[in-house]
Nanobody
Framework: QVQLVESGGGLVQPGGSLRLSCVAP????????MGWYRQAPGNKRDLVAT???????NYADSVKGRFTISRDNAKNTVYLQMNSLKPEETAVYYC????????????WGQGTQVTVSS
């Protein structure tokens, strides 16, 4: 069973910052494309940002310039630095690990709540 463990969510005021972390098993982290998604109540789960095993990043248009995804291969950890947060970004944020090729698989964390409110 592959477990992704997220942390760093919480309550923040509009315009504030949070950093999310996700630890993955060493056995998959080095080869996995890692990503962050979010889901607000009543909405579908949407992509926020992804980072490939080689460090290439991709962002949803709505977060470009404010969010930064990064990975620390020595710690098997992917981060999401979120700045200038908006109330409409209140959601559960999920970590994802995607393996491609012959060992294709997709894993999700349990989610961490981010609430942006004054």
């Amino acid at each position: 069973q592959v477990q992704l463990v997220e942390s760093g969510g919480g309550l923040v005021q509009p315009g504030g910052s949070l950093r999310l972390s996700c630890v993955a098993p060493r056995s998959i982290f080095s080869i996995a494309h890692m990503g962050w998604y979010r889901q607000a109540p009543g909405n579908k789960r949407d992509l926020v940002a992804t980072i490939t095993s080689r460090g290439t990043t991709n962002y949803a248009d709505s977060v470009k310039g404010r969010f930064t995804i990064s990975r620390d291969n020595a710690k098997n950890t992917v981060y999401l630095q979120m700045n200038s947060l908006k109330p409409e970004e209140t959601a559960v944020y999920y970590c994802n690990a995607a393996l491609i090729g012959s060992s294709a698989a997709n894993y999700w964390g349990q989610g961490t709540q981010v609430t942006v409110s004054s």
